[in-house]
């Protein structure tokens, strides 16, 4: 009887890792679907949320391995992730407006990269949360405040920090963990603290 037992359960086991690897591989199909991808790899955590429905507008390049989040809003919107990057676990990407990475930059996890931010009248605000749950994602942007953020060539940004609307991070720097980026940073600088500042100077190759 205990071996019945055992041959049993080792059948449901069998049974639910099929169906969980069946789960990812959907999962995984779903984030291909909608991007233009040439050549990024997906991996199990990742998640794609395309609300315009237009695959052309999320566009990663080779060898660009994605953990996190994109998200791109209907009422306008574009990612563009280069060759060779990381995007990591619980990284958020969302845009209303664009933003546009270069090659070989490592965003590791829990990283906000947000290209809008919510009306600044408390009124339009309730108003637009109103709208959220009873309709969704607004198709015009009214007064919803949006900035291209640019994150050049070989930049390196730590856990935990935030992007800001508007900024571009220039090639080879390096964002310290928790920091928070609310103004343009030079090429091969150092930024740490909130609001972030330039610590350090990177000599360049």
């Known amino acids: ?23 990812i591989a959907d999962r995984i199909q779903n984030c291909n ?11 199990e955590q990742a998640s794609v949320e395309n609300h315009a429905n237009n695959r052309m507008l ?23 992730i280069g060759n060779y990057c990381y ?20 965003i590791s996890h829990n990283v906000n990269i ?7 009248s408390h009124i339009e605000r309730a108003k637009g949360f109103r709208s959220l749950i009873n309709t969704g994602h607004p198709r015009e942007k009214g007064s919803i405040p949006t ?12 856990a935990g920090a935030h992007i800001i ?7 080879g720097s390096v964002i310290s963990a928790g920091a928070v980026v609310l103004r343009n940073v030079p090429p091969f600088s150092v930024v740490a603290g909130n609001p972030g500042k330039v610590v350090w100077k990177i000599k360049s190759e």
């Not at 679907?33 to 991996?43: C, H, Q, R, T």
């Not at 566009?59 to 996190?68: D, K, M, N, S, V």
């Not at 900035?147 to 730590?158: H, L, M, S």
Request: proline residues 1%.
């Open 114 to 120: 947000m290209d809008f931010a919510h009306e600044r």
């Open 58 to 80: 999320i566009e990663i390049g080779e060898q660009t391995y994605i953990r996190g989040e994109l998200v791109i809003f209907p009422y306008g919107g574009k990612i563009c």
């Open 87 to 106: 995007i990591g676990e619980g990284t958020r990407l969302w845009s209303g407006e664009g933003i546009m990475i270069g090659n070989n930059v490592l």
């Open 33 to 43: 679907d909608k991007v233009n991808s040439k050549g990024a790899i997906f991996l």
């Open 165 to 171: 609307m508007g900024v571009t991070i220039g090639k």
């Open 1 to 23: 009887m205990i071996r019945n037992f055992l041959v049993w359960l080792l059948s449901k086991y069998r049974l639910h890792r099929v169906i969980e690897k069946n789960s």
């Open 147 to 158: 900035d291209k953020i640019v994150i050049e060539d070989d930049v390196a940004i730590y």
